[in-house]
């Protein structure tokens, strides 16, 4: 079975520019979230999909980060403008069904670094 | 709000040694606790998970955990660490929707 996949696995941007991460999950996962992990932390969940409607989103910093799932399966994760304090690890996972019952599996990552 | 707390940040074993990593949170109901794992170079990981019933679970590669309610704790043990334990390993707690990552411990074992 395919794991989840993110690309690209790294980056590296200056402050103010524009940045997108992709994640394909899980073939058949409903659930698909998005977590920034900063050196030194634990993950910190942004923003979850159930299919591709949004079942939490209140983490997420939404005057520069997006996030949109399209047709239910591979999914973005957007920041406009970027800023030093994004400089983070972001990951993807997806589960079968949304809650805390289901195993998320998590992908490589993408490490970004803002200058 | 609910937290999650691991205060071991570094914890530095030698092989055969024992091994428990702490976890406590904050949150007053229902709650579902998770161990993580992320070996060097490599996706984080379920090692175990705790929803209800014995308060003792097992995951994998002997690892075990104890949900303890009055203490609000759910400990990481394993009896005799090998090398290739060395990790990061993270203690979540789910509410509903929410998900709550403690901030890791890393373990060192030394041959």
């Known amino acids: 079975e395919a794991g989840v996949a993110q690309s690209p696995r790294y980056k590296i941007i200056e402050k103010r520019q524009s940045v997108a991460f992709w994640c394909n999950p899980i073939s058949g996962h409903a659930t698909l979230y998005w977590y920034q992990q900063i050196l030194g932390q634990g993950p910190k969940l942004l923003i979850q999909?159930?299919?591709?409607?949004?079942?939490?989103d209140s983490q997420l910093p939404k005057d520069r980060f997006s996030a949109e799932r399209l047709k239910g399966v591979d999914s973005t994760l957007k920041i406009q403008p970027a800023k030093l304090e994004d400089s983070a690890v972001y990951l993807c996972a997806s589960s079968a069904t949304s809650g805390g019952y289901n195993e998320q599996f998590f992908g490589p990552g993408t490490r970004l670094t803002v200058l | 709000a609910q937290s999650v707390s691991q205060h071991n940040h570094h914890v530095i074993l030698s092989e055969a040694a024992s091994l428990e990593l702490g976890c406590n949170y904050s949150?007053?109901?229902?709650?579902?606790l998770f161990w993580y794992v992320q070996y060097p170079g490599q996706h984080l990981q379920l090692l175990l998970k705790y929803f209800s019933g014995d308060p003792l679970v097992k995951g994998i590669k002997g690892f075990e955990a104890e949900f303890i309610k009055s203490k609000f704790s759910f400990n990481l043990r394993k009896p005799s660490v090998q090398w290739s334990d060395t990790a990061e390993y993270f203690c979540?707690?789910?509410?509903?929707?929410?998900?709550?990552f403690g901030t890791g411990t890393s373990l060192t074992v030394i041959p």
């Open positions: 979540a707690l789910i509410t509903g929707n929410q998900f709550y």
């Open positions: 949150y007053g109901g229902t709650v579902n």
């Open positions: 999909f159930q299919n591709n409607g949004v079942v939490d």
